[in-house]
């Protein structure tokens, strides 16, 4: 352990150089086990290693999240889109369906007032029938019975029409 330094020109160090020497080494030689204590201090290397985990995780937590909320927010979005479409078919269709409705009702008029016409037509004529032959209904049952057929007719049109 006596090497010479360089610039002391091959002499022999002196006491002060020497201590500086000592002191040099003592201080490379801490750091030396410094580091050497800190890779053999396996609970404080744990706990580093356990921190860089812990940093790993809630990064990859934090991603796993914005994903998330992205494909929610797509989801939401396409909800919207697929609801809004639904929500055109049935109105659509709706209003159809009332165009189709209306419209049978308005046949449905149309067919009633023309039965409805169709039966006054034959009422009346059934009346002047036996008015023509009120005289030979007095010899007989037969024309009071085609009376009281109309008159039931008539009635039935009436309460039909009540009912709409």
């Given at each position: ?36 204590a800190a ?70 008029g149309d ?54």
């Amino acid at each position: 352990m006596t090497q010479d330094k360089p610039g002391s020109g091959g002499k022999r160090p002196t006491p002060e150089e020497l201590r500086a020497q000592v002191d040099e080494t003592r201080q490379e030689l801490g750091e030396t086990v410094e580091a050497l204590a800190a890779k053999a201090d396996v609970k404080t290397r744990a706990q580093e290693r356990t921190g860089a985990v812990k940093r790993q995780l809630s990064d990859r937590t934090d991603a796993v999240k914005h994903q998330l909320s992205e494909k929610t927010a797509q989801a939401k979005e396409q909800l919207s889109d697929r609801t809004a479409h639904a929500k055109e078919q049935l109105s659509d269709r709706t209003a159809h369906a009332k165009d189709r409705t209306a419209h049978a009702k308005e046949q449905l008029g149309d067919r009633t007032a023309h039965a409805t016409d169709q039966l006054r037509q034959k009422a009346t004529h059934a009346a002047h029938v036996v008015q023509d032959k009120a005289p030979a209904a007095r010899r007989g049952p037969a024309p009071w019975i085609a009376a009281g057929g109309v008159l039931v007719a008539l009635l039935l049109v009436r309460r039909a029409r009540r009912r709409r």
